[in-house]
């Protein structure tokens, strides 16, 4: 069965301080992974997508990396602000799936907090 | 301009009642989502509707169906709602099905009681 483990579930750090949120999955064959950024109240809003030969994606303050070998990719946030809090949610594409309804799987998202 | 909208952003209803929520997007995209987060804040795919095929999460149960009038709207029928149905219903969209950046709305916060 697919499935896609965040940790940790819940982070508090200051701000201005850097952090890493962990995405391991076993989804297979896999053809992408995508993370995801989710404001208290919004909708989930893309932040990188990752194909198979993609280690490191950047966007702004906010680098991917995956390592498809071990199944993991991680997403790390640089020089933290007080609207980088949010959850962050890992998905996971199957390769071919047809995509649709059980094309993608989800992580259940990492709690992050900034504080002042 | 918004992507994908839905309304109503809240709604409060009772037990039995029947209610939709609507969906549309400007995007221009062929596949369009609807999926439900708990409030354990799991986001689950219900249903993803692609060029008049329409897949089912098995796992939905079959008082919720979507209506796709046209391309650009896909909207969410709930039938003799239930306590448990009390969750936030995305609406989201793709370019094309499964592959690539999938745009979600801003929510609808459905509450039984």
């Known amino acids: 069965k697919n499935q896609v483990e965040q940790s940790p579930q819940s982070l508090i750090i200051l701000e201005g301080k850097n952090c890493t949120l962990q995405?391991?999955?076993?989804?297979?064959?896999?053809?992408?992974l995508r993370w995801y950024k989710q404001d208290t109240g919004r909708g989930p809003v893309s932040l990188t997508i990752m194909t198979f030969s993609e280690n490191t994606k950047s966007n702004g303050r906010y680098t991917a990396t995956l390592d498809a070998d071990t199944k993991q990719s991680s997403l790390h946030i640089t020089a933290s602000q007080l609207s980088d809090s949010a959850s962050y949610i890992c998905v996971v594409s199957e390769y071919n799936s047809g995509g649709g309804a059980d094309g993608l799987t989800f992580g259940k998202g990492t709690h992050l907090i900034i504080q002042p | 301009d918004t992507a994908v909208s839905q309304t109503p952003k809240y709604l409060v209803t009772q037990m039995g009642n029947d209610k939709s929520i609507k969906c549309e997007q400007n995007?221009?995209?062929?596949?369009m989502y609807w999926y439900k987060q708990d409030s354990k804040k799991f986001l689950k795919i219900m249903f993803s509707?692609?060029?008049?095929?329409?897949?089912i999460n098995e796992t939905v149960p079959n008082r919720f169906s979507p209506k796709s009038p046209d391309k650009a709207h896909l909207n969410l029928h709930i039938n003799s709602l239930e306590l448990g149905d009390s969750a936030v219903y995305f609406c989201a969209s793709s370019q094309i099905l499964g592959e690539n950046t999938i745009y979600f709305g801003e929510g609808s916060w459905l509450t039984v009681v």
């Open positions: 509707y692609n060029n008049k095929e329409l897949i």
């Open positions: 995007l221009g995209h062929d596949t």
């Open positions: 995405c391991n999955y076993t989804v297979s064959p896999f053809s992408n």
